[in-house]
């Protein structure tokens, strides 16, 4: 279905998994790691999602990762994938 979302379409994939989700950030959900049962982030997406908004880049990425990755809600806490990297060295 077109409109079903990522996370839509993993509870329907894995009704029995008790995925902990982070508030606010369901678009930026990108897969699951099937080994741990935890839900998988674009932190590329997330700072958008922020910056979205209003939040200058500076401010969403040190909100980002003092609230956000910086929580840690046990074994079921959400992977981070860091997914924007800028090759700066040649």
Not at 2 to 18: F, G
Not at 30 to 52: A, F, H, N, P
Not at 58 to 87: L, M, Q
Request: proline content about 3%; overall charge negative; aromatic content about 14%.
């Amino acid at each position: 279905m077109e409109d079903e979302s990522i996370l839509d379409r993993i509870l329907y994939t894995y009704p029995e998994a008790d995925f902990l989700t982070a508030d606010g950030f369901d678009n930026a959900i990108i897969g699951v790691d099937e080994t741990t049962m935890r839900l998988i982030y674009s932190v590329t997406k997330c700072l958008q999602i922020l910056m979205d908004q209003g939040l200058p880049e500076d401010d969403a990425v040190e909100h980002f990762e003092f609230n956000v990755s910086g929580s840690y809600a046990g074994k079921r806490t959400p992977i981070w994938c860091y997914d924007n990297f800028y090759n700066t060295m040649l």
